[in-house]
């Protein structure tokens, strides 16, 4: 599965890469706007939790909300109007309570992302995108507490276990731009996963669930700069260098530094010190 995410992150890079390379088309050539930055991301995941709810009813715990707030951040850098890459992470919990029996439900994701954005005004931009990444799950069960040392040591009150799941998020966005150095981005998706088994210390196990899912809505605040970096000045610049590494080049060929052997024939020709003859 991670060989998998590679692969897909490579053609990603590389598509990037070629449309960077791309000859101008029609709609004019790219203006060298560019946005970078980044901040926090409150998330609130809309989860589907039917098969996993009812694997632990049945067994006498709690339900879990399918409602989950997770909390994280991210950020980008790319083109004001075009493509752009980044990343983000978020993880919450959930917490079910009965009279002596709870669980404790705990999910975090996140991954590299790839979006294209369109400019609609200059304080508004429309986004879509996708994430691609990994994430765990953790469950935590609590049966009972127990009253004294030999209870808590004879009787297994509590288990946890873990799976890790392979996650695509394809979003759109919507952004604004309330401040000069602040962005605040609505985003909307849809969570996909596919799980590996629950381990359990040195044990694993197939359960519920082998796929995750639900909407997702995110409220993203951008604290980050941009500019116009126009592609003539660069390539100017480029070629100012160029010649500076050149002339230094230049320079240092023509500085020689003597050979061993024009050193030793330099030593030889010098005329010997005469003795100072010691006086009666």
């Known amino acids: 599965m991670r060989t998998t995410l590679v692969l897909m992150l490579s053609l990603c890079v590389l598509t990037l890469a070629g449309l960077a390379d791309s ?49 994280g951040g991210g950020g980008y850098v790319g083109a004001l109007d075009g493509i752009r890459i980044g990343g983000f992470g978020v993880g919450g919990s959930n917490l079910s309570a009965s009279e002596s029996r709870s669980v404790s439900f705990d999910l975090a994701y996140g991954g590299m992302m790839i979006e294209t954005a369109v400019q609609a005004e200059d304080d508004f931009t429309a986004v ?50 309330p401040f000069s150095w602040m962005w605040v981005r609505f985003q909307l998706g849809f969570l996909w996963t596919l799980a590996d088994d629950w381990t359990f ?9 082998r796929t995750l899912g639900g909407l997702t809505a995110t409220l993203m605040f951008r604290f980050g700069g941009g500019g116009q970096l126009p592609l ?9 260098l160029t010649q500076e590494l050149e002339a230094l080049d230049d320079s240092d060929s023509d500085t020689v530094e003597p050979s061993q052997t024009e050193a030793v024939e330099e030593e030889a020709e010098e005329p010997d010190a005469q003795p100072v003859e010691a006086e009666d």
């Open 23 to 71: 000859e101008p088309t029609e709609l004019g050539e790219p203006d060298g706007k560019f946005v970078g930055g980044g901040g926090p991301m409150p998330t609130l995941l809309f989860l589907d939790l039917d098969d996993l709810n009812g694997a632990i009813t049945d067994a006498g715990y709690p339900q879990i909300d399918q409602v989950l707030f997770a909390n």
């Open 128 to 177: 879509l995108g996708t994430m691609l990444g990994f994430g765990s799950l953790d469950l935590r069960f609590v049966s009972g507490l127990p009253e004294t040392f030999e209870d808590a040591v004879g009787n297994p009150f509590v288990s946890s276990m873990t799976k890790e799941f392979f996650a695509i998020q394809p979003y759109i966005a919507f952004e604004s731009k």
């Open 201 to 209: 210390e040195e044990a694993e196990f197939a359960g519920p669930p």
């Open 232 to 240: 003539e000045d660069l390539e100017a610049a480029l070629d100012e």
